[in-house]
Nanobody, 121 residues
Framework: QVQLVESGGGLVQPGGSLRLACQTS??????MGWFRQAPGKEREFVAA????????YYADSVKDRFTVSRDNAKNTVYLQMNSLKPEDTAVYYC????????????????WGQGTQVTVSS
């Protein structure tokens, strides 16, 4: 059974940092990544990373603030989020796919349940 379980969400003040983690089981995914969905908006791509970290993609809105990484030995992908803004408030979803490029094109095979990130003073 394939499972993607996110953790690390919460409430943070503007300018603060959070680190999300997503542990997978039941699959060996080539591409892993993160998407987010804000209230009233469609789900959007955030970041993706290939298995050997040779290919990494970011949405323009998070470049230079977010960093995606993975630990294949732990079957875990991370999203380090710095300089958070209120507009980063959303439910963040972990995703797995055939490649990081596919995820960047919003083509995912598996999804996590999501974790809430709220940026507010």
């Amino acid at each position: 059974q394939v499972q993607l379980v996110e953790s690390g969400g919460g409430l943070v003040q503007p300018g603060g940092s959070l680190r999300l983690a997503c542990q997978t089981s039941g699959l060996t995914a080539s591409g892993m990544g993160w998407f987010r969905q804000a209230p009233g908006k469609e789900r959007e791509f955030v970041a993706a990373i290939s298995r050997n970290a040779g290919s990494i993609y970011y949405a323009d809105s998070v470049k230079d603030r977010f960093t995606v990484s993975r630990d294949n030995a732990k079957n875990t992908v991370y999203l380090q989020m710095n300089s958070l803004k209120p507009e980063d408030t959303a439910v963040y979803y972990c995703a797995a796919g055939r490649s990081a490029y596919n995820l960047q094109q919003s083509v995912a095979d598996y999804w996590g349940q999501g974790t809430q990130v709220t940026v507010s003073s």
